[in-house]
């Protein structure tokens, strides 16, 4: 069965820090990757997304992912948080032919003022 | 519009009575989905909707009862629950869930917090 892993449960990290959350899937083929995020009180948003062409993705609000086919990883970056990133962060992935989409545990992420 | 919208935010109910969720958009997209989020974990599929039709079943208790009354409406039917069914329940869509794939990102909706006295 497919597998996603999330390494960090919970991130504690201060203002204009580099963030980067890891993500490592478990599929051997053809995979469509995303990254959701999850604010205090709302919903799941998209953060980014990658299907194909440029492996490295530019999605909302800063964050960039890049994916390594090689260590089946999608790791999410950031150069400097704010305090407003505070958030869970899950990465989810939908492998080729699969009829759903499989989330990883997700990362909490806590950015000191 | 890239929103899916659930009513109501909020539900508290006893386990025998008949509740249901509501979920709807209008982004033309053909594929709906229910999920249950408890806190700090993932979304768990429920149920997939396909054009109107359902798809996927993940071995949810009958107590839940999914139905897509058109392209647009997407409702979860609640009886006789239990409290360890008190969740966070997530209504997802997407452009298109054909053949088994579930190729296309999906847009989650505010969800229900739902509460079983």
């Known amino acids: 069965a497919q597998s996603v892993s999330q390494h960090n449960h919970h991130v504690i990290l201060s203002e204009a820090a580099s963030l980067e959350l890891g993500c490592n899937y478990s599929y051997g083929g053809t995979v469509n990757l995303f990254w959701y995020v999850q604010y205090p009180g709302q919903h799941l948003q998209l953060l980014l997304k990658?299907?194909?062409?440029?492996?490295l993705v530019k999605g909302i609000k800063g964050f960039e992912a890049e994916f390594i086919k090689s260590k089946f990883s999608f790791n999410l970056r950031k150069p400097s948080v704010q305090w407003s990133d505070t958030a869970e962060y899950f990465c989810a992935v939908i492998a080729y032919r699969d009829d759903k989409i499989i989330f990883g545990k997700g990362t909490r992420l806590h950015i000191l003022p | 519009d890239t929103e899916v919208t659930q009513t109501p935010k909020h539900l508290v109910m006893g386990m025998t009575n008949k509740k249901s969720l509501k979920c709807e958009q209008h982004m033309g997209h053909r594929a709906m989905y229910w999920y249950k989020q408890k806190a700090k974990k993932p979304p768990e599929l429920m149920f997939v909707?396909?054009?109107?039709?359902?798809?996927i079943n993940e071995s949810v208790p009958s107590r839940f009862s999914p139905e897509c009354p058109n392209s647009s409406l997407l409702n979860l039917h609640l009886h006789a629950l239990q409290p360890e069914d008190s969740a966070l329940y997530l209504c997802?869509?997407?452009?298109?869930?054909?053949?088994?794939?579930?190729?296309?990102?999906?847009?989650f909706g505010p969800g229900t917090r739902l509460t079983v006295t």
């Open positions: 997802a869509s997407s452009q298109d869930w054909t053949s088994g794939r579930a190729s296309y990102e999906q847009y």
């Open positions: 990658y299907f194909s062409g440029d492996p």
């Open positions: 909707y396909s054009y109107e039709k359902l798809s």
